[in-house]
């Protein structure tokens, strides 16, 4: 499938860094349109507030009954405000 790599680098990303420092996901925006989801991206790292390594952007595929939707989530280390 086309893509699928990209995912699976993504992802083993995300999994190293949870794995390395303690902590949680943090859902930051939700949307149902990818239009949306791009220009919070990139506005978020036109702010440079945010380390893009310790972003997760999560896409729910959907079906009849529930469209698609897309997360952007940020990784917050443990024990930090």
Partial sequence: MPGQ????R????AHRRAAAVR??????FSTQVQA???????????ERSIDPECVR???????LTHP?????SVFVPEGSA
Wanted: proline fraction near 3%; hydrophobic fraction near 25%.
């Fill in 68 to 72: 698609t939707s897309y997360r952007v």
């Fill in 23 to 28: 902590g949680h996901w943090e859902p930051l």
């Fill in 36 to 46: 949306d989801l791009k220009e919070y991206i990139h506005r978020l790292y036109a």
């Fill in 57 to 63: 952007i999560d896409q729910f595929c959907g079906r």
């Fill in 5 to 8: 790599q990209k995912r699976k």
């Fill in 10 to 13: 993504s992802r083993e990303r």
